[in-house]
């Protein structure tokens, strides 16, 4: 099993910044893609960013040019930077790892970022 775990939440201004992490642990193998997910009040749970296994990164284009998905092998951790944040960024954040062998998705429990105008 896979255990994710972000940190980084909180609440900022709007123009402000934040780093979300994610750390992972356990059976870290044949990972497809890690992506950030999030849930705004009242809405169901929307793609933000993806980085595949080869480093391919794709963005949904609400964050395009803002947010920046990242992640260090080393330390088994993926990053979400966001830049210039907005009140419609407010959502819970949550990152999921999809292993392709055998095919399952992990999700963390997730932290809350708000943005206040």
């Known amino acids: 099993q896979v255990q994710l775990v972000e940190s980084g939440g909180g609440l900022v201004q709007a123009g402000g910044s934040l780093r979300l992490s994610c750390a992972a642990s356990g059976r870290i193998t044949s990972v497809k893609s890690m992506n950030w997910y999030r849930q705004p009040p009242g809405e169901d749970r929307e793609l933000v960013a993806t980085i595949t296994g080869d480093g391919l990164t794709v963005y949904a284009d609400s964050v395009k040019g803002r947010f920046t998905i990242s992640r260090d092998n080393a330390k088994n951790t993926l990053y979400l930077q966001m830049y210039r944040l907005k009140p419609e960024d407010t959502a819970v954040y949550y990152c999921?790892?999809?292993?392709?062998?055998?095919?399952?998705?992990?999700w963390g429990q997730g932290t809350q970022v708000t943005v206040s105008s």
């Open positions: 999921s790892l999809d292993r392709e062998r055998p095919p399952m998705r992990f």
